[in-house]
């Protein structure tokens, strides 16, 4: 015999598994969560470091309006192991940039608490790229390394916890 007015209900068992598939799944997305804003904020580290370049040519071309070769002459030539260059400090955005050994821009020196990118130069020291006075551009390998100072510490990060990135700039007489 059929029944028409018979409803039709979950049993206990589909209930139950549904229930447990809810929270596996709810489950795997918060433990996701860290690990992706992680990488997050990675990305959006790597991509201002990526607008350093311009930042750099600005403040070398800044750091050398007394003389193009006195410019080159405060530039280390790069050693087989790539020791201390000439340093510069970034804030976290990426929208300013000065030297840590010479003279501080017009605007003041980047505060310690906002050094985020530490960004070094060297010279090259082969042809085609090695400088020489008589040469219409100074080429300079550079590395950006961060965090360089961790918020709210006064000391350097550890090298070997920061990410690096490596580039040419070219600056022209």
Not at 33 to 59: H, K, N, W
């Amino acid at each position: 015999m059929n029944h028409p007015n018979r409803n039709r209900a979950f049993s206990l068992a589909e209930v139950i598994i549904a229930a447990g598939l809810f929270a596996v799944s709810v489950t795997v997305v918060l433990a996701l969560l860290p690990a992706l804003a992680r990488q997050g904020g990675e990305a959006t580290d790597s991509q201002s470091a990526c607008g350093l370049p311009d930042a750099l040519r600005a403040e070398l071309t800044r750091i050398g309006a007394t003389g193009f070769d006195a410019l080159a002459a405060q530039v280390p030539v790069l050693s087989g192991a790539t020791g201390d260059g000439m340093k510069f400090a970034a804030n976290r955005g990426a929208t300013r940039l000065h030297s840590l050994d010479y003279q501080p821009p017009a605007s003041g020196p980047l505060p310690v608490g906002e050094q985020y990118f530490l960004v070094e130069c060297w010279r090259f020291p082969d042809e085609p790229l090695q400088f020489a006075a008589g040469k219409g551009f100074l080429a300079v390998m550079v590395r950006v390394s961060w965090p360089y100072r961790l918020p709210g510490t006064s000391a350097p990060a550890p090298v070997a916890s920061r990410h690096e990135m490596l580039f040419t700039v070219a600056l022209n007489r």
